[in-house]
């Protein structure tokens, strides 16, 4: 049956503002907005920054900033047109997404609960132990890969529509699995990085459709963008209070001796409050552990920068997947194999700089700086009008606006989803007739 046809309407050729792609200024605001927000938190700050380590992070974030803005361009407007692709290809290259990425979603269930020990029956700490006490394999690396090709099954569809491709429900109702299912397996594992990674993407993606569409973003979408992000932000309160539950602490007890509590406690009015009500205190307790979940990595990367002893990795932590895949096909040659460093701390974030400096120390300022650049030209790729690059400009822009929380390269499998990315950019460009 085909799957596919072709709209006959007509689409004026036009240009839009996609300002809201910009990892300039998302980058730029999301760290205002923290700086802003970190005065007014009911938190006590068990270890303060030092005035060294503030300094080197503000000129690793300019150094950053300077080099995405040189890689981005200064504009923020693209031209939207019709019959960009040829459809006949469009439409092979949106089935062969979705099918591998479906693909892959059957080899990870396979790599997870029949070689590597994950189970339905086991909580989220058996199941990670499960699978770190494990070893990966070229077959975790195949499925790991197709499985983040087919995060992307959606977005791609969504683009192919607004090229006046129709694609069929059974096709959709295939990469909504994909997406489904993948994240769910990351949930499993107590991985909250990638549902909200995944989930960004897509809202940018559909705020990107509104606007492709020619439509302005009126009171309605802001209201289902900001309810989103509510959504995201239960649901990861939902997460923390279960994974407490497992380990038989209530969740105030939680925010006070937890890995995120060394360095934010809550105020000692906040405590207090906690008190009058068990049941209230707990939910509380519950969105508080979501602030420190947001705000802990900035002083955890103060320690980091103060503390910090060893090697440096030189990509062991930002370009872990490379080096990872020579290690396997290479029999553990270059094996990307994370070093214990002393003054490092496990279990937190040290927002998006602190991989990179464990991989380059002070000389993290001039690499971001050329970092910065390679992330910005899929959005001056887009601003020009090649819209196969929305992938990556979506999942570039969720990394900017997770900028002073976690550097996605090192959580999510975030250097999966990059390089799939890529590839769908790349693979674009082949198929475009205009």
Same mark, same amino acid.
């Given at each position: 049956?085909?799957?596919?046809?072709?709209?006959?309407?007509?689409?004026?050729?036009?240009?839009?503002?996609?300002?809201?792609?910009?990892?300039?200024?998302?980058?730029?605001?999301?760290?205002?907005?923290?700086?802003?927000?970190?005065?007014?938190?009911?938190?006590?700050?068990?270890?303060?920054?030092?005035?060294?380590?503030?300094?080197?992070?503000?000129?690793?974030?300019? #150094?950053?900033?300077?080099?995405?803005?040189?890689?981005?361009?200064?504009?923020?407007?693209?031209?939207?047109?019709?019959?960009?692709?040829?459809? %006949?290809?469009?439409?092979?290259?949106?089935?062969?997404?979705?099918?591998?990425?479906?693909?892959?979603?059957?080899?990870?269930?396979?790599?997870?609960?029949?070689?590597?020990?994950?189970?339905?029956?086991?909580?989220?700490?058996?199941?990670?132990?499960?699978?770190?006490?494990?070893?990966?394999?070229?077959?975790?690396?195949?499925?790991?890969?197709?499985?983040?090709?087919?995060?992307?099954?959606?977005?791609?569809?969504?683009?192919?529509?607004?090229?006046?491709?129709?694609?069929?429900?059974?096709?959709?109702?295939?990469?909504?699995?994909?997406?489904?299912?993948?994240?769910?397996?990351?949930?499993?594992?107590?991985?909250?990085?990638?549902?909200?990674?995944?989930?960004?993407?897509?809202?940018?993606?559909?705020?990107?459709?509104?606007?492709?569409?020619?439509?302005?973003? =009126?009171?309605?979408? %802001? =209201?289902?963008?900001?309810?989103? =992000?509510?959504?995201?932000?239960?649901?990861?309160?939902?997460?923390?209070?279960?994974?407490?539950?497992?380990?038989?602490?209530?969740?105030?007890?939680?925010?006070?001796?937890?890995?995120?509590?060394?360095?934010?406690?809550?105020?000692?009015?906040?405590?207090?409050?906690?008190?009058?009500?068990?049941?209230?205190?707990?939910?509380?307790?519950?969105?508080?552990?979501?602030?420190?979940?947001?705000?802990?990595?900035?002083?955890?990367?103060?320690?980091?920068?103060?503390?910090?002893?060893?090697?440096?990795?030189?990509?062991?932590?930002?370009?872990?997947?490379?080096? %990872?895949?020579?290690?396997?096909?290479?029999?553990?040659?270059?094996?990307?194999?994370?070093?214990?460093?002393?003054?490092?701390?496990?279990?937190?974030?040290?927002?998006?700089?602190?991989?990179?400096?464990?991989?380059? #120390?002070?000389?993290?300022?001039?690499?971001?700086?050329?970092?910065?650049?390679?992330?910005?030209?899929?959005?001056?790729?887009?601003?020009?009008?090649?819209?196969?690059?929305?992938?990556?400009?979506?999942?570039?822009?969720?990394?900017?606006?997770?900028?002073?929380?976690?550097?996605?390269?090192?959580?999510?499998?975030?250097?999966?989803?990059?390089?799939?990315?890529?590839?769908?950019? =790349?693979?674009?460009?082949?198929?475009?007739?205009?």
């Amino acid at each position: 049956m085909n799957t596919y046809s072709m709209n006959n309407s007509s689409i004026k050729v036009n240009k839009v503002n996609i300002r809201f792609l910009s990892p300039v200024v998302l980058v730029f605001y999301s760290v205002l907005i923290f700086f802003a927000c970190l005065p007014l938190l009911p938190v006590e700050i068990q270890y303060p920054m030092s005035f060294d380590a503030l300094l080197f992070w503000l000129l690793c974030f300019v #150094g950053f900033l300077v080099g995405v803005r040189t890689g981005a361009g200064r504009e923020f407007s693209m031209p939207i047109q019709e019959h960009r692709f040829d459809p %006949k290809k469009l439409h092979s290259m949106v089935s062969v997404i979705v099918w591998v990425g479906a693909l892959g979603v059957l080899l990870l269930i396979v790599d997870r609960y029949f070689i590597r020990g994950v189970s339905l029956g086991a909580d989220v700490f058996q199941n990670r132990e499960a699978l770190e006490g494990s070893q990966a394999s070229g077959f975790s690396a195949i499925a790991a890969f197709a499985s983040s090709l087919g995060l992307f099954s959606l977005i791609v569809i969504w683009i192919a529509e607004t090229n006046i491709l129709i694609v069929s429900k059974w096709l959709k109702i295939l990469a909504s699995l994909n997406v489904f299912i993948a994240v769910y397996l990351s949930i499993q594992l107590g991985s909250r990085s990638l549902l909200l990674v995944v989930a960004l993407a897509h809202l940018l993606t559909w705020l990107f459709i509104l606007r492709a569409r020619g439509l302005r973003l =009126i009171f309605r979408h %802001k =209201i289902i963008a900001i309810l989103s =992000i509510a959504g995201l932000a239960i649901i990861s309160t939902l997460m923390m209070l279960s994974r407490v539950d497992l380990m038989g602490f209530s969740m105030q007890e939680s925010v006070l001796n937890s890995a995120y509590s060394y360095t934010m406690v809550p105020s000692f009015e906040v405590r207090e409050s906690f008190d009058d009500n068990f049941e209230i205190g707990e939910v509380a307790a519950g969105f508080f552990s979501l602030v420190q979940y947001i705000f802990h990595g900035i002083f955890e990367f103060g320690l980091l920068f103060t503390y910090f002893q060893g090697e440096h990795e030189w990509g062991g932590r930002t370009l872990w997947l490379p080096l %990872k895949l020579i290690g396997i096909f290479t029999g553990g040659i270059a094996s990307g194999e994370q070093a214990i460093n002393v003054g490092e701390r496990y279990g937190v974030y040290t927002t998006f700089l602190g991989p990179v400096f464990i991989d380059f #120390g002070l000389l993290s300022p001039l690499v971001l700086i050329f970092y910065g650049w390679l992330l910005g030209v899929p959005y001056r790729a887009l601003r020009q009008g090649k819209i196969e690059w929305i992938p990556a400009v979506v999942l570039i822009a969720a990394s900017s606006i997770l900028w002073p929380v976690v550097n996605i390269l090192s959580s999510a499998s975030g250097s999966y989803l990059l390089v799939c990315s890529l590839l769908i950019g =790349i693979a674009g460009k082949k198929i475009r007739v205009s």
